[in-house]
């Protein structure tokens, strides 16, 4: 297999077995016709990205039943509202022009009704939640070709935002070109991901799924950036997603860039070498095995808090099913009264969570855990971490 940004060899060092699409929660009548791949995870020696294998088509993926909606989170509304706050301050002019790519249910945008802004976002159910906010969208995949429509009808962007979108999409070379011919020359682009650093430190393996094709680091990042004729200047680690980083870019080189303070930064990350991932995916089979020891004695009186898309990752790598974990309560609509994909553990409303009382539970949201600690504090449970 070859890196898709550099076509170098990449080397494997992650096999999560055979999964199903993971945010594809399923009615009964859906059992026979279940959609699998195969979850491997490779780095580039090159480039140092991260990356999975196999993969599914993204309109397998983004399409009218995407599960994943924004605003499901009051934290992550909060964090976002204080991006956009920091985004009209110092980057948008009060006339200025702002694109979301991955706009979802336009959560986001919501914070910019005052000025000229455009979502771009494929799922066609997130989108329409976005439309019926009065927020600006497309129902498109972003790619170069795209990039030539918006700048006809709408011209081009002051700033470009990607929230957990980026590592998303699997036409890097498209995309980047895209956001290149996109930005005005002194245009920056606001890239915020889960940071591959942390999913090391915390052996949060559960980050990887069909979604998630791409993982970066600092040092990845900014080679992956200078290949495109654009430079990264800043960045910025946020405490949400199980640890984030913010990438702030520049396609010209007018933003004052601290190569002290990123080089440093990449030296302390210290993800250019293949040995700290062999090391990482050694860990990952120890985590299974903590897993299953501390569920198994329970017997099935074990429940899972959050239908999360990480969760697909882990019930299907530790093979948990409905005998392990009997149901898996969540407050998605969408969600609930379906099925897990893969393992197919039953997903419930939230509300009857406080009417059953269950007393071993998975937080598989453990990346909400702040906010649903707030929420639940008091209770007498025994929280379960699946990584
Ligand atoms: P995410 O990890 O992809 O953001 O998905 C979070 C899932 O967890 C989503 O399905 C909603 C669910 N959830 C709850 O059920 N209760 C909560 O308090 C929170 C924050 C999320
Ligand atoms: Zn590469």
Request: with cysteine; glycine share 6%.
């Given at each position: 297999?070859?890196c898709r940004i550099c ?37 580039c020696?090159?480039c140092?990205t ?122 890097r ?51 992956t950036?200078?290949m ?160």
């Amino acid at each position: 297999m070859e890196c898709r940004i550099c076509n170098t060899t990449l080397k494997r060092f992650l096999d999560l077995g055979r999964q199903p699409i993971a945010n594809n929660f399923l009615a009964n009548g859906d059992l026979t016709n279940e959609t699998f791949y195969h979850l491997e995870v490779f780095f580039c020696p090159e480039c140092y990205t991260v990356q999975i294998g196999d993969c599914p088509a993204k309109e397998d993926i983004f399409n009218e039943e995407y599960a994943f909606f924004t605003s499901t989170s009051e934290y992550m509304k909060r964090h976002f509202k204080m991006l956009a706050d920091e985004i009209k301050e110092k980057y948008l002019p009060n006339n200025g022009f702002i694109v979301e790519i991955g706009s979802n249910d336009g959560t986001f945008l919501s914070n910019f009704r005052e000025h000229s802004h455009l979502g771009i976002e494929p799922s066609r159910n997130v989108y329409k939640c976005a439309r019926e906010r009065k927020i600006s969208c497309w129902n498109n995949f972003f790619d170069e070709e795209l990039t030539d429509e918006i700048i006809e009808y709408c011209g081009q962007a002051d700033v470009v935002v990607t929230t957990n979108c980026f590592p998303h999409m699997i036409d890097r070379d498209s995309v980047l070109k895209g956001i290149k011919k996109l930005l005005k020359p002194k245009g920056v682009w606001i890239n915020e991901e889960a940071y591959l650093n942390n999913i090391l430190n915390m052996t949060s393996y559960d980050q990887f799924y069909n979604e998630h094709i791409f993982f970066s680091s600092v040092a990845s990042f900014r080679k992956t950036m200078s290949m495109y004729g654009m430079s990264l200047y800043a960045i910025e680690q946020v405490p949400v997603h199980g640890g984030s980083i913010i990438f702030y870019t520049s396609c010209t080189d007018h933003m004052p860039v601290s190569h002290f303070g990123l080089d440093y930064f990449e030296s302390i990350e210290n993800l250019d070498y293949f040995e700290r991932f062999q090391i990482f995916a050694e860990k990952v089979k120890q985590k299974r095995k903590d897993l299953l020891n501390k569920i198994f004695p329970l017997k099935g009186d074990v429940v899972g808090y959050g239908a999360t898309a990480k969760s697909t990752t882990v019930l299907n790598y530790c093979k948990i099913g409905n005998n392990l974990i009997s149901k898996i309560y969540d407050t998605t609509p969408i969600k609930q009264g379906k099925l897990s994909p893969g393992m197919h553990v039953s997903i419930v409303p939230y509300y009857k969570f406080e009417r059953d009382k269950p007393k071993n539970v998975v937080l598989f949201a453990w990346n909400h855990m702040t906010e649903i600690m707030e929420k639940e504090n008091g209770r007498d449970i025994n929280w379960i971490l699946p990584i």
